[in-house]
């Protein structure tokens, strides 16, 4: 199938200002963005935060596709924006026409079951990590841009009731896989996207 046959069947327009989808929406299609931006953000205690924008290329929803679970973050259109809307019983029909979307599509599935192998072997060595991984969440929601520079290793222990050592044990852990740094007892977000997820998996691990 080409490019042009996708765009016929499942290409749709938006303005800018359109909400695609909400969070908690029943996932019945998943989106390949041809031209234009989405930004996708989590609500939590009725405050949202934006995890990524979207650019020509990507693709998104893919998740509430596959495992048939609500929409876990809601899509918003910024710029106009053409995109492949495909919906669950068609997504054989279009990777199967579509080679590169398909690859993509794969390997973006591979790398959430890495991230939520790592997810898991950080929970095992320490459920202190899913309080940490809260706290953070909270200092982003009130802090502007991805660092939070008022959270220490030592305000975290404070908050926490944990000793300092314990604390920085689980932010290794976290710098491990990829969320965090720690420069002179500061905490630095550098994937919020990553600490969205780790969020999600915590919750739905049971853990918080």
Not at 56 to 85: C, H, I, N, W, Y
Not at 171 to 196: P, Y
């Amino acid at each position: 199938m080409a490019n042009q046959s996708l765009a016929d069947k499942f290409g749709v327009r938006l303005k800018e200002g359109t909400t695609v989808f909400r969070q908690g929406d029943p996932g019945g299609s998943m989106y390949v963005i041809r031209a234009g931006k989405v930004r996708v953000l989590k609500e939590s205690h009725g405050r949202k935060r934006v995890v990524t924008t979207l650019g020509p290329g990507d693709f998104f929803g893919e998740m509430a596709v596959v495992t048939g679970q609500p929409r876990s973050a809601t899509a918003e259109v910024v710029e106009d924006a053409e995109l492949l809307k495909v919906p669950a019983d068609k997504l054989q029909e279009m990777v199967s026409g579509a080679g590169e979307i398909a690859i993509r599509l794969i390997r973006h599935l591979a790398e959430r079951l890495e991230n939520a192998n790592r997810f898991i072997d950080v929970l095992l060595e320490d459920d202190l990590t899913a309080r940490v991984v809260l706290e953070l969440q909270e200092a982003l929601q009130s802090a502007d841009g991805s660092a939070a520079p008022d959270v220490t290793d030592k305000g975290l222990a404070l908050k926490l009731g944990v000793g300092k050592n314990d604390v920085r044990g689980a932010l290794r852990r976290l710098t491990r896989v990829g969320v965090l740094e720690v420069s002179s007892g500061f905490v630095l977000i550098k994937d919020e996207a990553r600490l969205a997820a780790f969020l999600d998996f915590v919750r739905n691990s049971g853990e918080v």
